[in-house]
Structure formats: C-alpha cells, structure tokens
C-alpha cells in the first residue's frame, strides 16, 4: 500500500475534516475547545507515522501558508461579525484599550520572565520571544464563546480582533527596531527609523484598505455570475500578501474590508450613496459569512492538526519548561485581572479565564528571523502556553455555565411554592365568601 498516495492522502483529509466536525459538535456541548481535539489528533498521527517508521517530514512551509490563508480568514470572520453602531461605542472602545494595555503589560512581564530566566538572552530579543505569548487567539476564541451572553460574546470578539492585529504590528515593529540597532545588518543606512517605518506603515495601510475596499466592493456588486467569492477572496489574500512583502500591515485592509462590508450604510453616504446598491450588497454579505466561515473552519482544522503532528511533546516534561511557563501564565491572568477589574468592575467571570494562545503564537514565534533565534529557548514553552491557556477558558466556560443553569433549577420550585402560597392564602376568603 501506498503510505503517501493520492487516494490514501484523500482519505485522511476527508477523515480530518469529518473529526473537526465532530469535536466542535463535542465543544459546543462540554466547551472543550476543538483546538486542543485537533491538536491532540496531530499528536496521535505523529506517533503513528513513527510506528510506521515513515522519515520525519518538515510541515513547517505547510503549516506556515495554511497559518497566514487562516489569519486571513479569521479576522474575516470576525469583522463580519463587528457592528458599528452608536451604543456599541462604549464596548468596543473598552475592548479596544484592554487588548492594547494587556497586550502590551503582558509582554513587558513575559519579556521579563524570559529575559532573567532564559540564558543567553538581550532584552530585545526577550521582547520578541514575548510578543507571540501576549496575543490573544481569536482562532480559539470566537468559535468557544458562543454560549455566553450576547454583551460578552460581542467583548470577546473585538477584543480577540484588536488584540490579533496590534499584536502583528507589534512583533513587528519590536523585529524593526533589532535590525535598526544591530550594527552588523548595516541597519542604521538601510532601514528606516522604527518610528517613521511604522507610522508610515499603519497610515498607508488604512489609505490603502478604504480604496480597496471601495473599488472591490463597487466591482463585485455587478458580478453575479461564476465563483466570485473564491476570486474576491484571492484578491484579498493578495493584497495581504502583497502589503507584506511592502512591510505595511495588511490585516488591517482585512479588517476594515469586513467592516465595511457589515457596516455598508454607515460608510456609504452622500455622494457615494449612488454607488451602493443594497439587495446586492445583502446577498453578498450573506454569502461572504457562509464562506468565511467555511473556509475558516476547514483552514483552522488543518493547521492545528499539522501544528500537532509536528510539535516536540517531550518538551513538555522538562523542569526549566515546567519553570517558566507557570511564572508565563501566572504573569498572564494576573495582568488580565487588573485591566478587566479596572475597566468592567466585578462582572469579569468567565472574562478572567478566557485568554487561550494559538494561531498566531505559533505563526509568529516560527518568523522570528534566524539570526535572532535563541537555541537556550525550548519551544515546549510555547506548546505549554497554548494547552494551559486552553484548559483554562475551558475549565472558566464550564464553571460559567453551571452557574447559569442553577437559576434554572431553582425558579420553578420558588414559582411553585409561590403559588402554593397564594392559593392557601385565598382558600379561606373562598370558603368565607361561600358561607355568607
């Protein structure tokens, strides 16, 4: 039997996808995120392949491609999701500065931890390893918070989104300022001021994602026919593609694609009215959130169960992994606690647990370039993050719900109580008023 074939590749595919289905169908019911179904599932084909004695194969350029296409269509999905309207101001700004601030304190704290406990490690280059570790997922987020209430569940999305997008820019802003001040790159004569770069780049992406937006929107509002979503959205991966080869931040003509297009009537007004036509922007809105979701849903089931197969687990059981990744979480709820307490109060539960890694912590910590790598840091610290953060939010989510179904156990019998009260209480005017 052919172990690579086409027919046999065919058939685990189709057996992958048939699994993904069936663990969100699982963690929908127990909130135990598909992630950790999926990624285990990767374990278990790695060791399987090992069983077959098959020669280790290098996923790395698989699962980097399948990780940018998921990106892209992850922060797709939750742009779709985002409505900008008036008394949404108040939660997607409160949203808005928790991410930055708890992206930004989180990986001062994790820069830290790395910096004094990882030999051989500048401050820099800490701040790099500590940027992946301080992103929010959304990849894992937004399908795992379903059951919540809608004010939370619309928090989790805006919150997962910013912190997805300033994370990106951060990692690579903190990449600009190392091969500014590394002598040996000549960077002081070849690279532009980290400052100038990134302003430049975060205000020639926003100029470009509204004209991109606009044009494609206006073209594809007359196209009717043929596979126009798969080609709108090949243009859109283009464009990211294109606006990072350029070192601008093409998320974010992703994000504001998404918005505009679920947002129409707000960003078409006066003189542009004319060119929005609303039943063809409804339909595509509509079918842009099916394809969305699908290809999300298929692209995020891959790369886990890759990211899975090809994950060092040994690394897990080492002391100095064991070490630093709990002082690494601790950091992380600690300053999670502060900022949801400073900004919403008392109501932060299951807020608090929900702060799982994924997607883009591994697509990041795999593009910090070579010449800044760090042999004496243990990627198992990285595989830690993500499962403790995941089992976490799981375990939050399933306290959370046990807590909402108690009012549900106990309405009826107080009602019933209640009118068992009201009725010995009428009982004797009944009687009374049939005597006289």
């Not at 690494?328 to 608090?352: E, H, K």
Request: with cysteine; proline share 4%; aromatic share 12%.
């Amino acid at each position: 039997m052919e172990v690579f074939g086409s027919y046999p590749l065919i058939i685990t595919g189709c057996l992958i996808i048939l699994l993904s289905f069936i663990f969100t169908k699982i963690a929908n019911r127990t909130n135990v995120p598909a992630v950790l179904m999926l990624i285990g599932l990767g374990v278990i084909i790695q060791y399987g392949l090992k069983l077959m004695k098959i020669p280790e194969i290098d996923f790395f350029p698989i699962l980097e491609v399948i990780g940018i296409i998921g990106l892209i269509m992850i922060v797709l999905e939750a742009a779709l999701e985002l409505e900008l309207k008036r008394d949404k101001i108040k939660i997607i700004l409160k949203s808005l500065l928790i991410a930055s601030l708890g992206l930004v304190f989180s990986l001062m704290a994790a820069a830290a931890i790395i910096f004094y406990l990882i030999p051989n490690m500048d401050w820099f280059t800490a701040i790099l390893y500590a940027t992946p570790l301080s992103i929010l997922s959304s990849a894992i987020i937004i399908p795992s918070v379903g059951n919540l209430t809608e004010e939370k569940k619309e928090f989790h999305i805006y919150e997962s989104t910013f912190s997805d997008i300033i994370g990106i820019m951060l990692f690579y802003f903190v990449l600009n300022v190392i091969e500014f001040q590394n002598p040996n790159s000549l960077a002081e004569s070849t690279v532009m001021h980290p400052m100038l770069s990134f302003g430049m780049s975060i205000g020639i992406s926003v100029l470009v994602a509204f004209a991109a937006s606009y044009l494609l929107l206006y073209v594809f509002q007359f196209i009717n026919e043929g596979a126009r979503l798969f080609l709108l959205i090949s243009l859109l991966v283009l464009l990211y593609a294109v606006g990072k080869l350029l070192h601008l931040s093409p998320l974010i003509i992703i994000l504001v694609f998404g918005i505009i297009v679920q947002n129409n009537e707000l960003f078409y007004k006066g003189f542009l009215r004319k060119y929005f036509h609303k039943e063809k922007f409804e339909i595509l809105k509509r079918e842009l959130h099916v394809i969305t979701m699908e290809s999300a849903f298929v692209v995020r089931t891959f790369f886990f169960v890759i990211f899975g197969v090809s994950i060092l687990v040994s690394s897990l059981f080492s002391l100095k992994v064991l070490g630093v990744s709990l002082l690494l979480l601790v950091s992380i709820y600690a300053i999670r606690w502060l900022f949801l307490r400073a900004f919403m109060g008392f109501d932060i539960f299951p807020q608090l647990w929900i702060a799982p890694r994924g997607l883009i912590t591994v697509l990041l910590y795999y593009a910090i370039p070579q010449e800044y790598t760090n042999a004496s840091f243990d990627s198992g610290i990285l595989l830690f993050i993500i499962i403790a953060t995941s089992l976490v939010m799981t375990w939050g989510l399933i306290r959370s719900n046990k807590s909402d179904e108690i009012p549900l156990i106990i309405n009826p019998i107080i009602e019933e109580e209640t009118i068992e009260d009201q009725m010995l209480n009428i009982a004797p005017e009944e009687e009374a008023s049939d005597n006289d």
